[in-house]
């Protein structure tokens, strides 16, 4: 009787030898033929998942995604007890920016995607989908902070959060190129945030009174 395939698993399998091979040699050493050696899989089952490269860069790009926003939400989801605003804001930070040594090569893998995706559209897309979510969610924290009292109720959520993601995204680079440290980047991100508080801090409401919006599919 034929061995039956997970054809869902051996996709996955195959996005992460290409984010393997990425964190190891950078998108140039992404090929059929390496990625296959790298999953353990054959040319023929790579291509039976992914007709070309960029199909698969594409797919490997939305479990990217995916795990980005499992990644910002964590913190906040886990919080069904009262927390600050404040701290959860600095929890979903340090989850986006990427500049701890355990995070350098999902870093890597970000930043490889990001910079191929100005060539090329269909990337470009799943990015700008990525990042909407992940305002929405800074916005939803802004929200929440500033109906406990914690942050300024003149801010505007829209404007700091687009500020706030702009951060992380650049602070990610610089610690990556070692421009900067992981405890400077988060410092600069924490001064700004605390930047937008007031205090002392009110007591705050249960997280899971509030919905959460989507940052996956």
């Given at each position: 009787?034929?061995?039956?395939?997970?054809?869902?698993?051996?996709?996955?399998?195959?996005?992460?030898?290409?984010?393997?091979?990425?964190a190891?040699?950078?998108?140039?050493?992404?090929?059929?033929?390496?990625?296959?050696?790298?999953?353990?899989?054959?040319?023929?089952?790579?291509?039976r998942?992914?007709?070309?490269?960029?199909?698969?860069?594409?797919?490997?790009?939305?479990?990217?995604?995916?795990?980005?926003?499992?990644?910002?939400?964590?913190?906040?989801?886990?919080?069904?007890?009262?927390?600050?605003?404040?701290?959860?804001?600095?929890?979903?930070?340090?989850?986006?920016?990427?500049?701890?040594?355990?995070?350098?090569?999902?870093?890597?893998?970000?930043?490889?995607?990001?910079?191929?995706?100005?060539?090329?559209?269909?990337?470009?897309?799943?990015?700008?989908?990525?990042?909407?979510?992940?305002?929405?969610?800074l916005?939803?924290?802004?929200d929440?902070?500033?109906?406990?009292?914690?942050?300024?109720?003149?801010?505007?959520?829209?404007?700091?959060?687009?500020?706030?993601?702009?951060?992380?995204?650049?602070?990610?680079?610089?610690?990556?190129?070692?421009?900067?440290?992981?405890?400077?980047?988060?410092?600069?991100?924490?001064r700004?945030?605390?930047?937008?508080?007031?205090s002392?801090?009110?007591?705050?409401?249960?997280?899971?009174?509030?919905?959460?919006?989507?940052?996956?599919?």
């Amino acid at each position: 009787m034929p061995k039956q395939v997970d054809y869902e698993d051996r996709r996955r399998r195959i996005a992460e030898a290409v984010r393997t091979l990425i964190a190891r040699s950078g998108m140039e050493a992404v090929s059929l033929r390496d990625v296959a050696a790298e999953a353990s899989v054959s040319m023929g089952a790579v291509q039976r998942c992914f007709r070309t490269k960029d199909e698969m860069l594409l797919f490997a790009l939305e479990d990217i995604s995916a795990r980005a926003g499992e990644r910002a939400r964590a913190g906040i989801e886990a919080s069904g007890t009262p927390r600050s605003a404040a701290t959860l804001l600095d929890r979903t930070l340090a989850a986006l920016a990427l500049v701890e040594p355990d995070d350098r090569a999902e870093a890597q893998v970000w930043g490889a995607f990001v910079a191929h995706a100005a060539v090329s559209e269909p990337l470009a897309t799943v990015l700008r989908e990525t990042y909407a979510k992940l305002h929405e969610l800074l916005v939803w924290l802004l929200d929440y902070g500033m109906s406990t009292g914690e942050f300024h109720t003149s801010l505007n959520p829209a404007a700091e959060a687009r500020a706030l993601l702009a951060m992380a995204e650049g602070l990610t680079g610089q610690v990556l190129v070692g421009h900067q440290t992981a405890e400077s980047a988060m410092g600069a991100l924490r001064r700004y945030a605390a930047g937008l508080g007031t205090s002392p801090e009110p007591e705050p409401e249960s997280v899971s009174s509030r919905s959460l919006p989507q940052t996956a599919d």
